[in-house]
């Protein structure tokens, strides 16, 4: 059985459709395939450490909106819960820097490579810690 909207709802989101605004929907996270595609630069059909290491100084810089040198706990809001965040803030600082950003990325990749031969296959991102760590790099 699907739920119905009211009428009432239905027009008022219309009306912002409409009006051109964002649409009320998220997309899709990307596959992992995909996140290898996009990141491996010797086209092996794996991520190394570099490529992993790379990405994410890059998604760093992305989500340092304010352009300082370390991420506040608002910079990641969503890529970053809490927890994560206060654990890898290693100097208990309230920020991340770059440093230990990529401590976070370096041990989660550690973690995800299962077979332990130093590379990340599109199988290794969908476990629970290379979940973590496309949130890093994409």
Known sequence: MSARLPPVIVGILS??????LPQLTLADPPSATDVVSKY????????????????????????NKDGDSTLEASEVKGVLGPKAFKAADTDHDGTLSKDEYLALVEKLFKQADADHDGTL????LQSRPGKALVRLIN
């Open 121 to 124: 296959s599109a199988a290794e």
């Open 15 to 20: 009306g912002l459709a409409a009006e051109g």
């Open 40 to 63: 491996d630069s010797d086209n092996d059909k794996t991520l190394d450490l570099n490529e992993v290491k790379a990405a994410a100084a890059a998604h760093f810089d992305r989500l």
